[in-house]
């Protein structure tokens, strides 16, 4: 039989994404719900060792749903990866009466807890919230689809001056490993073309490419490149490359950084991160432990950290192709 859980924390580590917040208050909600005490931590895994913290209860989480950002802040802690700080934090837990936690986060937060729940057998259940969607076990991560939102909008824009001075705009988007946030945000903007790490076009195949625009009467274009893409060392010296090899373009730069992280959540990621962290505090009520929540065909699903920490998350190659297709 499960141990009766009385204390539930939360925290949120790793990069911030739009939608934490409302992870946040369905947590603090579903445990007043549920008459469980809630705790949140201050700066993720360092506020657990530093015990930094408040006590959450539905009153306390009032109107942050629209909130970008998290209120409990993040970071990420170099001294939870040693054993000396884990057990920190795991006294620090101990003192404060926390029970079980509810990791929001991505896969760095999620090997942490891991870790943490087999040293000292306290439960942690992982909620995925990363704009990057490279988590397995979740066909959506909190704070993707307004980062999409927020690139497509900005791309939109740049579109307008692009094509008022005839002009080429390399645009960088975040996703240092993972493609996701330019495939996806590349077709939805009608990008000419779109660089990620999962596909190496090289050089002349993007020279090709801009060449084939040009005479099919294009007189502006958008490359839409993920920031790990490897076709060149970094989006300036493609610039520099294709003015080197096409003088006819006009080429700019823009990097849209980490104004893709800011921003209200969108109602889907509103509504995700509600779901998965009602989800979350029902499943460490239940007795389960060391499993992340998430969401596959539109039912929640749950998802060992074996599993999903061992599984790539793919990139879509049917969008690669129906990219190739409409950039023609």
């Not at 201050?42 to 909130?67: L, P």
């Not at 801009?210 to 490149?225: P, T």
């Not at 060392?233 to 090899?245: R, S």
Request: hydrophobic share 35%; with cysteine.
């Amino acid at each position: 039989m499960a141990k009766e859980i009385r204390t539930i924390g939360v925290m949120t580590s790793g990069g911030d994404a739009p939608g934490m917040n409302a992870a946040i208050r369905a947590v603090a909600r579903a445990c007043a719900y549920y008459n469980v005490k809630c705790i949140g931590f201050y700066r993720g895994y360092q506020g657990m060792i530093e015990g930094d913290y408040t006590v959450m209860n539905a009153r306390s989480v009032r109107n942050i749903i629209s909130r970008g950002g998290t209120i409990l802040k993040s970071a990420r802690s170099v001294d939870f990866k040693t054993p000396e700080g884990r057990k920190k934090a795991a006294d620090q837990l101990k003192e404060i009466g926390v029970e079980a936690m509810v990791l929001i986060g991505g896969d760095g937060t999620f090997r942490g807890g891991q870790i943490f729940s087999e040293e000292y057998d306290i439960p942690v259940i992982g909620v995925p919230g990363t704009i990057d969607n490279d988590i397995a076990g979740t066909n959506y991560t909190i704070g993707y689809d307004t980062a999409l939102n927020t690139v497509i909008s900005a791309i939109d824009k740049i579109r307008d001056t692009a094509s008022s001075h005839n002009r080429l705009f390399f645009v960088e988007v975040m996703g240092r490993d993972a493609g996701f946030i330019a495939l996806n945000s590349g077709v939805g903007a009608g990008a000419e073309e779109i660089l990620i790490p999962e596909e190496d076009l090289g050089l002349d195949r993007l020279l090709e490419s801009l060449k084939r625009s040009k005479r099919s009467g294009k007189s502006s274009s958008i490359v839409v490149v993920s920031e790990g893409d490897k076709t060149g060392k970094n989006v300036y010296e493609l610039a520099d490359y294709v003015t080197e090899n096409l003088p006819d373009y006009e080429v700019r730069v823009t990097v849209l950084g980490h104004m893709q992280r800011g921003g209200s959540p969108s109602c889907f990621d509103r509504t995700l991160a509600s779901r998965l962290c009602v989800k979350a505090v029902e499943l460490l009520l239940d007795g389960e432990k060391n499993v992340m929540v998430g969401i596959i065909n539109n039912e929640i699903t749950a998802t060992s950290f074996d599993d999903g920490l061992r599984e790539g998350h793919e990139i879509n190659k049917e969008l690669l192709r129906i990219s190739d297709i409409l950039s023609t």
